[in-house]
């Protein structure tokens, strides 16, 4: 039964109103705000539990086994699908490749870089988390020869 605003008492009588787990309870002119205080707090936390918006350009520049590399990151997200490019700059030349196997979830990003490295096939996994709205702290693994931390940073328009 819904309460009325004018209870048996009369104006300013109690009202106990049950939406499933949650209760709100006071006089029918507080009942209205209690309960759009409750909504609102619901649909932030809602917000925050889903996964980060990295759709964009991100740059990153780390020191490894090769020398300074310095990369572009493009991301494309899709509900939770993940792709885009990684463009690589290293000593021995560019690359650019597209993201595979990509994924972005609430607890974190993954995607393979697939490239050839001289002469040979080489796969590299990422897996990261958002430290704010504007870095991706990742794990880089390179193949079976090294696993690097790197953080990147989204590009800016000015």
Known sequence: MLPRAIGPRGLG????LRIGAFRIAGTPMHSPTRLLLALGAAFCFAGLARAADISGKW???FDSQVGVQKYVYTFKVDGEKLT???????????????????KVTKD??????KL?????????????K??????????????????EEIVAKRVVSK
């Not at 700059?89 to 990509?102: F, N, P, T």
């Not at 704010?132 to 079976?144: A, P």
């Open 130 to 147: 958002m430290a704010g709205d504007n870095e991706i702290h990742f794990t880089r693994k390179v193949g079976d020869f090294a696993t």
């Open 13 to 16: 009588s109690k009202v106990d």
């Open 59 to 61: 740059q990153s520049q």
């Open 84 to 102: 885009g490019t990684a463009e690589g700059e290293r000593s021995d030349g560019k690359s650019s490749v597209a993201i595979e196997q990509g």
């Open 108 to 113: 974190g990003i993954f995607f393979v870089e």
């Open 116 to 128: 050839d490295f001289q002469g040979n096939d080489l796969v590299i996994e990422y897996t990261g």
